[in-house]
């Protein structure tokens, strides 16, 4: 990496409010450096042993470019997304990671998932263990935490004051001990 490009990068961190700004910067620092093709481009299978020279060099260049943008890609994060993702063997999985993450989604899954979380209340009797691996099935926590921003947004855009809260309850429980 050249100074510039590191300069470039440790300007613009991604920290989780400024994804589309970074997107930017990133998408511009692969394309200087001929490596935004490893995000478009679907990866090649491992070629045989036996293949011909030409198909094991450009595996090995397409390697060798997928390394050099996933190190610009994890240097350009903040620490703990870095060390998130630094297990991620391909650029592309860690950009996508990142869009799951931080990318806005489309209003209708906005309105599912807020209309998902504000209804998912736990039936009286019901097991905890049980309602809350429910919700985790329907939400991994990175989706949770993504339609949760979104929400804020929109609060924010609208001015409004308000609580997102996953479990609400009108009752109180008290069985046998003050909570």
């Not at 020279?53 to 996933?70: F, P, Q």
Request: hydrophobic share 40%.
């Amino acid at each position: 990496m050249t100074s510039a490009t590191l300069n470039i990068l440790a300007a613009d961190k991604l920290n989780g409010n400024n994804y589309a700004s970074w997107k930017n910067t990133i998408n511009t620092v692969l394309i200087i450096d001929d490596l935004r093709f490893v995000l478009v481009e679907e990866c090649p299978q491992v070629p045989a042993a036996n293949a011909i020279r030409t198909v094991r060099e450009a595996y090995e260049r397409r390697a060798k470019a997928n390394e050099k943008a996933r190190a610009y890609i994890l240097a350009s994060l903040s620490k703990v997304l870095a060390k998130k993702h630094e297990s991620m063997l391909t650029a592309r999985e860690i950009m996508d990671s990142l869009q799951e993450m931080f990318g806005q989604a489309s209003y209708q899954i906005k309105h599912d998932a807020l209309k998902y979380i504000y209804n998912a209340r736990m039936n009286e009797g019901a097991s905890v263990r049980e309602h809350v691996l429910n919700m985790m099935i329907a939400y991994t926590p990175t989706t949770l935490l993504n339609k949760l921003q979104t929400f804020e947004s929109l609060m924010k855009i609208k001015g409004q004051k308000g609580e997102a809260n996953v479990a609400t309850s009108t009752r109180k429980f008290h069985r046998g001990f003050d909570l």
